[in-house]
């Protein structure tokens, strides 16, 4: 793993759009404002001493009661060719449970999106098919947030029941 | 005595001058062993020789969904060797098969592919549940598994384990077997095939 300071670079960069950054032996995480993740994914894409090439993976979190906003969205990067990583976290309330699609950036966004879409209840602006991509159509609800019941059953898709 | 003792006592009698006459004609024959002939005749119902037949081929379809098929599998290899009992030969089309061994967690969405697989089965057909998971859902009391596969299916054996070894399944199996020559001949196993 490469030494670069990905966070300094943000902070540079995006100095009031970060929140709150940690470091720990290298893995390192941003927390950003929730408008700005397109705008600082494009840069970390874009610019030839980070070259995020590959969104790894993007889900979220659901921080019911211990948190001021309920949601938070995280998205994995990494660069293939300078092999360095770096997480960016957005809090979202539950509120406003809509997020910037990142497809425009990376392709495997869209699948991803689709997915926190799914079972977080998140929608995610400009996306170009948010639908439910594990859970039937008929299903109700958003299984992965806390407050989803666990004895909850749904109707069983199919002639009986 | 009732009209029944009558109708079996009838058909016996019947049957011993079947089997008489088949000796005489043998005796005309002078065949050596007439004798001997007429003691290996075997009388029985037709319902029980076809139960016999199905107990003993046994035809599994292939329906591995968890670690459960990797013990499914397992029964099948030579060490534990199901073909002992008949049951060995798995097939990968439903239409071929008349046992669906149920071999592991059935989610929501897998529900109605069960459902379908199960009804392209040619009757006769029994189904067992394997492990803990196909039997009640298992560890996984949540929004995706179904809570037991008889909620979508009628079961006939189920086998407890998580999973259950070869052994257990092949004992599960035998129980079946048992279960089918039972029936045998009797107005449930005829209502299977009709």
């Known amino acids: 793993m490469s030494d670069t300071n990905i ?130 159509e008929e299903f109700k609800g958003h299984p992965l947030r806390k407050d989803y019941p666990i004895n909850k059953r749904q109707p069983l898709i199919g002639p009986m029941n | 005595m009732g009209l029944m003792d009558e109708a079996v006592d009838n058909v016996e009698t019947e049957i011993n001058n079947l089997k008489l006459n088949a ?30 037949a199905q107990k003993n081929a046994l035809w599994p379809a292939t329906f591995g969904l968890a670690c459960c098929a990797i013990e499914m599998m397992a029964m099948a290899n030579s060490r534990w060797d199901a073909a002992r009992f008949g049951a060995e030969v798995f097939r990968a089309s439903p239409r071929q098969a008349d046992l669906m061994i149920v071999s592991g967690r059935v989610s929501q969405k897998m529900a109605p592919v069960l459902k379908r697989i199960y009804n392209q089965m040619p009757e006769p057909k029994w189904v067992i549940a394997m492990g803990a998971c196909s039997s009640c859902g298992g560890i996984f009391n949540n929004y ?10 009628p079961v006939d054996v189920y086998v407890p384990g998580c999973p259950p070894g070869p052994e257990a399944l092949l004992y599960g199996v035998i129980k079946l077997q048992e279960k089918i020559l039972k029936e045998a001949g009797s107005e449930k196993a005829r209502q299977r095939v009709a």
Not at chain 1, 77 to 102: A, G, M, Q
């Open chain 1, 7 to 136: 966070i300094q670079k943000i902070k540079d960069r995006f100095g009031d759009a970060v929140l709150e950054d940690h470091n720990f032996r290298g893995d390192q995480t941003v927390t950003l404002q929730k408008e700005k993740i397109v705008e600082v994914t494009r840069f970390i894409k874009d610019e030839p001493s980070l070259d995020m090439d590959y969104l790894m993976d993007l889900t979220a979190v659901d921080y019911m009661d211990r948190k001021p906003q309920r949601f938070e969205v995280v998205y994995h990067f990494y660069s293939s060719t300078l092999n360095h990583r770096v997480r960016l976290k957005i809090p979202v309330s539950e509120e406003d449970c809509l997020v910037d699609t990142l497809d425009s950036l990376y392709k495997s966004a869209n699948w991803f999106e689709r997915e926190v879409w799914d079972l977080y209840g998140i929608k995610f602006k400009g996306h170009p098919n948010m639908k439910r991509i594990l859970l039937y």
């Open chain 2, 23 to 52: 000796k005489e004609a043998l005796d005309q024959l002078g065949a050596e062993f007439s004798g001997a002939v007429y003691d290996s005749i075997l009388t029985t119902k037709l319902g029980k020789v076809v139960g016999w």
């Open chain 2, 144 to 153: 995706a598994i179904v809570q037991g596969v008889d909620r979508v299916v």
